[in-house]
């Protein structure tokens, strides 16, 4: 399979993308000011792309990296 390379990163993407559709609408609904909500989905942001990270670290061993 050829797209073994290319899966970790569209995972990241794919778990990236939901994180900021969280961030934005847990943002909103958890504050209604716009300054809050921005600090809120900021972290949230940096959550997410530790998370990404991870998973992604622990799955790289799984799948043969090929040069």
């Known amino acids: 399979?050829?797209?073994?390379?290319?899966?970790?990163?569209?995972?990241?993407?794919?778990?990236?993308?939901?994180?900021?559709?969280?961030?934005?609408?847990?943002?909103?609904l958890l504050a209604p000011d716009w300054q809050m909500?921005?600090?809120?989905?900021?972290?949230?942001?940096i959550v997410t792309a530790f998370v990404a990270a991870g998973v992604e670290a622990v799955l790289s061993p799984v799948a043969p990296r090929q040069h």
Do not use: E, H, K, W
């Open 37 to 45: 909500s921005a600090v809120l989905g900021g972290c949230a942001l």
């Open 1 to 28: 399979m050829s797209d073994i390379r290319t899966t970790p990163y569209s995972n990241a993407v794919i778990t990236g993308l939901i994180g900021v559709l969280v961030a934005i609408t847990g943002g909103l």
